[in-house]
């Protein structure tokens, strides 16, 4: 089992930035694909973005593509999501993912959630 614990939620005014945290326990997550999801109220949740195992290969939503990076450490077992010139439409509650096998990045599906966390953009 593999739990994922996100942190580094919280308001900001658009234009500004945030940096999720995504704090891996129970497994090494090295030999996972890891990912960012978001779901707005009303809406399906989604991928925003994606890394390989060895973190040599990433994936962005069109929608957030130039805005926000995906990073991974695996020694710390940790993913980042930084996220820049944030939009009202970038609110959302976000999780990170974790899966394992052959996966497609551009196409996660995720053996482990998050509990999620709550990002909210100012106009």
């Known amino acids: 089992q593999v739990q994922l614990v996100e942190s580094g939620g919280g308001l900001v005014q658009a234009g500004g930035s945030l940096r999720l945290s995504c704090a891996a326990s129970?497994?090494?997550?090295?030999?996972?694909?890891m990912g960012w999801f978001r779901q707005a109220p009303g809406k399906e949740r989604e991928s925003v973005a994606a890394i390989s195992w060895s973190g040599g290969l990433t994936y962005y939503a069109d929608s957030v593509k130039g805005r926000f990076t995906i990073s991974r450490d695996n020694a710390k077992n940790s993913v980042t999501l930084q996220m820049n010139s944030l939009k009202p439409e970038d609110a959302a509650v976000y999780y990170c993912?974790?899966?394992?096998?052959?996966?497609?990045?551009?196409?996660?599906?995720?053996?482990?959630w998050g509990q999620g966390t709550q990002v909210t953009v100012s106009s």
């Open positions: 129970g497994r090494t997550i090295s030999n996972y694909a």
């Open positions: 993912a974790a899966a394992g096998g052959i996966t497609p990045i551009r196409n996660l599906r995720p053996d482990y």
